[in-house]
């Protein structure tokens, strides 16, 4: 659903108390963890039962939005501008990620458009912002004043932050006494000066205030599978509602996505901080290795002899920053293992095996859950590995900040693939 229309589906849906916004974190190296924003998670659980707690039994209200809680085979986007529609408070975890990356800036920016097209006299009074992370000396963000005097009692907050006070024991007492006040301020603004949902911007379409130090780097997602034209060699019975006219429209796992597969790896490389770029793997003129990236292949398309070649001489040589992952969404039946096999071989012949990210990578996925924990880790490896290696772009960035890839580009440039992506 595009994000005008969706915006005007959320406008007349149930209400939530606040929105929290933060900085997706790259799940480290050889961690096979897949929540690395578990902090951010335990915070929101604990400010939402605190909410709840407050809350009106009248307001109708649902306590809070946080992303890690939409179903995994959802339209993301359709979901997070339901909730930036209807949220009465924003509450933003600010941090120097929060304002060096694009996304969480954008729904900054698009929360306080809603309110000045809804009449809000003070839009910022309808922010929340809580410190997470400290910020440099010379960072002074919109409520940040506000946010420090929720814990003016409890000084370790200004010099540590949220996140530090919920993992250290000696803190929990300050960290409750805040998570407490933080829950008043909100509902006492949603329940006294109710908004009600409104139309909110494109998320996408709408650029962060607090200027980000570079532009989003550029992630390729190449797909290898077949197009519903191509399905001649798939086992009678097979569900042609897999594919789509084109290779990107692949849905492995068609009960339970509602969108293709690339798009959902595209909303986990910009929940990263990638402008994303989708192709078909054989789409006349694409290179593979100039950017960091995946291939996301289907072991039903080397069914032929043709795409089967295909595929061994696209992989031929690539860099290490790009990585592969199998999955294996197509029917259990024996040739879908031997297509299986085969692909195995040809990755692993083209050097695509050499580490353990990527090996499990080649080992591949076989549900849309294994896939969401698995893709994370991949896109943060594949960016690791061009950093080491790859062409690098000079950095403009202050120090410390994350560093920018070579080929970036404004984002305004960078395709948004999972417009054009064709229901399967």
């Known amino acids: 659903m595009a994000g005008r229309d969706s915006a005007r589906a959320g406008s007349g849906q149930g209400g939530r108390y606040f929105y929290l916004s933060y900085a997706h974190s790259a799940p480290l190296t050889g961690s096979r963890r897949a929540d690395p924003d578990r902090w951010v998670r335990r915070f929101f659980l604990d400010l939402r039962d605190a909410v709840a707690f407050r809350a009106s039994p009248k307001s109708g209200l649902a306590p809070g939005f946080f992303d890690q809680e939409v179903p995994l085979g959802s339209d993301w986007k359709a979901v997070r501008t339901q909730a930036l529609c209807s ?17 969480p800036g954008r729904e900054w920016a698009c929360y306080r458009q809603r309110m000045i097209q809804a009449g809000v006299a003070d839009p910022l009074r309808r922010f929340v912002p809580v410190l997470w992370i400290p910020l440099p000396s010379d960072r002074d963000p919109p409520g940040l004043p506000q946010s420090l005097a929720v814990g003016a009692t409890e000084p370790a907050y200004a010099e540590n932050g949220m996140r530090a006070l919920l993992r250290l024991a000696p803190y929990h007492t300050s960290y409750r006494l805040i998570v407490d006040r933080l829950a008043a301020r909100i509902v006492d603004l949603a329940d006294n000066a ?33 197009a519903r034209a191509g399905l001649s060699a798939l086992p009678r019975g097979f569900d042609p509602a897999c594919y789509g006219d084109r290779g990107i429209g692949w849905r492995p796992f068609p009960q339970e996505q509602e969108l293709s597969l690339a798009y959902y790896a595209t909303q986990v490389a910009e929940q990263l901080d990638f402008g994303v770029v989708v192709t078909d793997i054989e789409m006349p003129g694409h290179v593979l290795g100039h950017r960091p990236g995946v291939i996301l292949i289907d072991p039903w398309f080397v069914a032929h002899d043709q795409e089967r070649h295909a595929l061994r001489s696209h992989l031929y040589g690539l860099p290490s920053w790009v990585l592969p992952l199998i999955v294996l969404g197509s029917p259990g039946s024996a040739d879908a293992a031997s297509h299986a096999r085969r692909v195995r071989t040809i990755l692993l012949e083209a050097g695509m095996g050499n580490s353990e990210t990527a090996r499990r990578g080649v080992d591949g996925v076989s549900s849309l ?21 790859g062409p690098m772009a000079p950095s403009t960035a202050r ?14 440039l960078i395709p948004q693939p999972h417009r054009e992506v064709p229901d399967a």
Request: glycine residues 4%; charged residues 20%.
């Open 399 to 412: 120090p410390g900040s994350r560093p920018r890839l070579a080929g970036s580009r404004p984002a305004g």
């Open 194 to 226: 109710p908004l009600g949902p409104s139309v909110v911007p494109d998320v996408d379409e709408t650029e962060s205030e607090f200027s980000p130090e570079a532009v989003a780097a550029v992630f390729s997602v190449t797909v290898a599978a077949p």
């Open 369 to 389: 859950r294994e896939f969401f924990a698995l893709m994370p880790v991949l896109v943060a490896e594949a960016e690791r590995q061009y950093l080491r290696r």
């Open 87 to 103: 949220a009465e408070v924003f509450v933003p975890l600010y941090s120097p990620s929060y304002f060096a990356w694009s996304l």
